[in-house]
């Protein structure tokens, strides 16, 4: 399993699966979020209200993740994720962790062989860009070290950044991550 960093729009990937920095509605919202709505049409904003009707009446709990199809984006699905949110107090690195693992393991269960991550939590969620990247990193790590890994096609991991900034935070603690970079 190899990771890349790259600067970019995320709804352009064409890559298996890209995943979503949602809100626990599930019924879209700003950033990362608002753009992949937008890119994806109607029908994600649809698929997301079954979703809500039939299995997730609470919503999507914090670090968890689940499936869409991508409708009109370049992807084959979308997953969507919730980061915690800083500004709501939520500063434990272990709900982001279980972001990043949990979509891993969804994207597992689909049989991806490529997916793409935002930052999650990096934006309106409050989070510095070096935590999320060092966070990220880590589940990567530990997910491709697990047996998890070990049945599913997943080869390339992409983080694709918005912003030059956040682009250098992310190629910086990769090159500094032992046995990643
Ligand atoms: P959160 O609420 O989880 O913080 P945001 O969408 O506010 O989510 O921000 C997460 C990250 O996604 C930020 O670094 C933001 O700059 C970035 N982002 C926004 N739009 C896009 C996009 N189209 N592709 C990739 N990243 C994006």
Redesign the pocket.
Same mark, same amino acid.
């Given at each position: 399993m190899r990771i890349e960093i790259l600067h970019?729009? !995320?709804?352009a990937r064409k890559v298996d699966a890209i995943v979503n /920095?949602a809100?626990s509605s599930l019924l879209g919202?700003?950033?990362?979020?608002g /753009? +992949?709505h937008r890119a994806a049409g109607g029908e994600l904003l649809e698929a997301c209200r079954e979703l809500r009707r039939t299995q997730l009446q609470d919503g999507l709990p914090v670090g968890s993740a689940v499936a869409t199809p991508a409708f009109r984006l370049p992807a084959r699905w979308v997953i969507h994720t919730v980061?915690p949110?800083r500004h709501a107090g939520q500063t434990d690195p272990a709900l982001l962790a279980s972001c990043f693992q949990e979509s891993l393991t969804v994207a597992a269960g689909l049989g991806a062989q490529s997916v793409a991550f935002? /930052? +999650?939590? =990096?934006? !309106?969620?409050?989070?510095d =860009?070096r935590q999320v990247a060092q966070v990220a990193f880590d589940a990567v790590g530990s997910f491709s070290s697990s047996g998890r890994a070990g049945d599913s096609p997943l080869e390339v991991v992409e983080f694709?950044?918005?912003?030059e900034d956040?682009t250098a935070v992310f190629r910086t603690v990769l090159e500094s991550s032992p046995g990643l970079g």
């Open positions: 970019g729009d !995320i709804t /920095a809100n919202g700003g950033g990362v979020d /753009a +992949i980061g949110n935002p /930052a +999650i939590s =990096a934006g !309106i969620y409050g989070w =860009a694709v950044l918005f912003s956040t």
